[in-house]
């Protein structure tokens, strides 16, 4: 069974006279253990495929699967419970606390969901340790550099042990080099601890290290490593 299968999913946004389809009619499927980069121009639809496969936002029509649970069935505390349990999430900005240092934000995942303060501390220097900043774990966001802030970020989105990681624009507020360490990073976690990634990005060199990728535009998947769904979509664009 996929890890994630939605079934002709809509998103449609209304308002006044004006309705927008973000989403037209898509279906896929994602395994588990894949690494998974989604594509395409600004405004055709990523981040809010994203946020529907994630329950963060809600579908207008269709159904999503995570793990063989129909996320679109859930109400809106069941659809919240599972994301904290199930999902990690990294963001281009980091979304961090600034008043917390990198383990304490890191630890925080666990702390919301009971977990005793001994343990999660323990959890969040390993994972600290793991994304190399073990030494920078009594520091605040403020005193960490743009790569080790998504570092944090890269940490915190794991802390819960989750069966996969949605990343919106990971890489979109590095340099080369940093965007680089983060992707290698990424890729080492998802081939060690066989992490579900999916990854939404501008970046060609990201999606190059990805194990495919699903290429959007306007609201469609056209394609997803070369299998095409919208023949017709892509003759009209070669001419």
């Known amino acids: 069974m996929p890890i994630i299968s939605c079934q002709n ?3 449609t946004y209304v308002t006044g006279d004006i309705v927008v389809e973000a989403l037209k009619d898509i279906t896929l499927d994602i395994e588990k253990g894949e690494m998974v980069a989604v594509m395409g121009p600004s405004g055709c639809g990523k981040t809010t ?3 529907c496969l994630s329950g963060i936002d809600d579908v207008t029509a269709g159904k999503v699967m995570i793990e063989g649970t129909e996320l679109t069935s859930l109400s809106d505390d069941q659809k919240s419970d599972f994301r904290a349990k199930r ?7 980091y979304n961090l606390l600034p008043v917390l240092t990198a383990a304490e934000n890191v630890e925080l995942p666990l702390l919301i969901c009971g977990e005793d303060p001994k ?26 550099s743009g790569g080790e802030r998504q570092r944090v970020t890269i940490a915190r989105a794991l ?3 989750p069966a996969l990681v949605w990343a919106d624009e990971p890489t979109g507020d590095l340099d080369k080099k940093t965007s680089d360490d983060v992707v290698n990073l990424m890729r080492q976690l998802n081939t060690e601890s066989g992490e579900t990634f999916v990854i939404v990005t501008h970046d060609p060199e990201v999606g190059a290290r990805c194990d495919r990728i699903i290429h ?3 609201g469609e998947v056209i394609s997803q490593n070369g299998a095409v769904h919208n023949i017709a979509q892509e003759i009209k664009e070669l001419g």
């Open 9 to 11: 999913v809509k998103k």
């Open 49 to 51: 495929l994203l946020n």
């Open 159 to 161: 802390a819960n042990r």
């Open 119 to 144: 343990k999660a501390r323990e959890r969040a220097m390993e994972l600290l340790v793991q994304v190399g900043l073990k030494e920078r774990a009594g520091l605040r966001p403020a005193s960490l």
């Open 216 to 218: 959007m535009r306007d």
């Open 87 to 93: 999902m990690g999430f990294i963001f281009q900005f």
